[in-house]
């Protein structure tokens, strides 16, 4: 990919390939967002409202991530690629089965897809900071940290009796 001219300190060719890797990472996380949408849309089941609003909830904060991969793309002298084709190419997660709706199994089906997509966010930071871009690799660390919470929520809505808890002994510190 040609870049831009940029006054950007960074390297022409480190800043190469960071903005493949933001646009890779794009693809991913804009497939990430469409699939946890459709699970809004056609969720059902007795938790559907509370997953429904999980759903939404999680497709917003991918939004946002989303925005602020493109804009660094940009601002290393790069172009934002987000077309439904590039996400089609690129995307490695698997598709949500087009039957499904029951609600937990959603809830398991996105768990695994935001597990996947945190560890691809791990390898970016290591990638960022070897190519001596620390602000991309401080981008792709407080994604992991909204993915890592994202998968959090997905986790503890499939536990099947929180009061469980209760039977394992407190540590002391």
Sequence with gaps: MKLRKTRHPLDPHSRELIVEMLNDFLALAIDLRLQVKQAHWNVRGPNFISLHELFDRLSGELDEIID?????????GGRALGTASRVADKSKLDELPKKATAGLKLVA????????????????????????????????IKTSGELDKA????????ETDPSCEDDVPATES
């Design 151 to 158: 998968l959090w929520f997905l986790e503890a809505t499939l």
């Design 68 to 76: 602020e991969l493109a804009e660094r793309a940009t601002a290393l």
């Design 109 to 140: 089906l996105l768990a695994d897809r935001f597990a996947a997509v945190t560890e691809c966010a791990g390898l970016a930071i290591a990638q960022s900071q070897k190519a001596g871009d620390e602000v991309t690799a401080d981008l792709f």
